[in-house]
């Protein structure tokens, strides 16, 4: 049996204590079910929108990681103007404003490169990179654990249809693939750092 004091939601005060006619006793425990379900009831609610609206992100988040985000717009050679949509070098781009980095590759530098033949070979892989994202149909794909480096660069491989842009530069001979450390593009010992 429910006792009236706790359902009225002043638990611990004795029954004694209330002075109700039986009449209206009644009718205030009535009003206290009522109320007990009705909060019952829309705490079920809200729990099974919360589940709805978590199950929902969990598989937006799902399928925008699977398909990737799709990127559009023309690039440009980053310069010192504010950087939007521009190439940093083969493997360092920005995009709407945010700054990203191709994380299945590492290419040569173009700011501070080691040798002649880097610089090159960086510039080379600049070009490349713009001319590959100017061609449109790249999705950035999130394949890396961490989502930033060091550097606060978002982390994503670029895909085009099912192959990696990266991959392209590699076979080109104008990126190495990413394996936790940088090459030397001026001979073939690794560089530390």
């Not at 781009?93 to 033949?117: H, L, M």
């Not at 994202?133 to 978002?154: C, H, M, P, S, T």
């Amino acid at each position: 049996m429910i006792d009236s004091a706790h359902a009225l939601g002043q638990p611990g005060k004795p029954r004694e204590s209330m002075h109700l006619a039986s009449g209206k006793t009644a009718s205030v425990l009535q009003s206290a079910r009522r109320r007990t379900m009705l909060s019952s009831v829309q705490r079920m609610f809200a729990f099974a929108l919360l589940a709805l609206m978590t199950t929902g992100t969990t598989s937006h988040a799902a399928s925008q990681n699977a398909k990737g985000l799709a990127i559009s717009g023309t690039f440009t050679i980053c310069g010192a103007k504010k950087r939007i949509n521009c190439i940093v070098d083969g493997d360092t781009f920005w995009y709407r404003g945010e700054k990203y980095r191709i994380s299945d590759i590492n290419t040569p530098e173009v700011s501070q490169p080691a040798c002649e033949e880097e610089r090159r070979l960086g510039k080379s892989a600049q070009s490349a990179l713009l001319k590959e994202f100017n061609a449109g149909g790249v999705r950035l794909i999130k394949a890396e654990k961490r989502d930033v480096d060091r550097y606060d660069r978002k982390l994503r491989v670029a895909m085009r249809g099912d192959q990696s842009i990266g991959q392209i530069l590699v076979r080109r001979g104008l990126a190495h693939k990413w394996e936790g450390r940088k090459l030397d593009w001026c001979g073939s010992r690794p560089v530390e750092g």
